[in-house]
């Protein structure tokens, strides 16, 4: 079992950077792909970034390409999304997750992850 905990939301203008934190507890961290996700009200959750569990791998939803980076330090059991030039429609919960399907694939599909952190609310003023 893994336990996620986000943190690094916040405020920001239009035009800021924020970065994401999620740590993780138990099970097996280092083998597992990592994604993050986002949610805005009214919203259905939708795929932001994915990282191998090498961190040599990484994929990205259209929108966020060359804005996000998505690390993670396997010593720290940690994962990071590094948002910068944020705009108002990035505003939203985001939530990290974790495939222990042992694919070699990286997924966008909420559905094919397995354990979610609580989320942390990422706001941006225009």
């Known amino acids: 079992q893994v336990q996620l905990v986000e943190s690094g939301g916040g405020l920001v203008q239009s035009g800021g950077s924020l970065r994401l934190s999620c740590a993780a507890s138990?099970?097996?961290?280092?083998?597992?792909?990592m994604g993050w996700f986002r949610q805005a009200p009214g919203k259905e959750r939708e795929f932001v970034a994915a990282i191998s569990w090498s961190g040599g791998w990484t994929y990205y939803t259209d929108s966020v390409k060359g804005r996000f980076t998505i690390s993670r330090d396997v010593a720290k059991r940690t994962v990071y999304l590094q948002m910068n030039s944020l705009k108002p429609e990035d505003m939203a919960v985001y939530y990290c997750a974790a495939d222990r399907r042992g694919a070699s694939d990286l997924s966008a599909r909420p559905s094919d992850y397995d354990y979610w952190g609580q989320g942390t609310q990422v706001t941006v003023s225009s």
């Open positions: 138990g099970g097996t961290f280092s083998r597992y792909p």
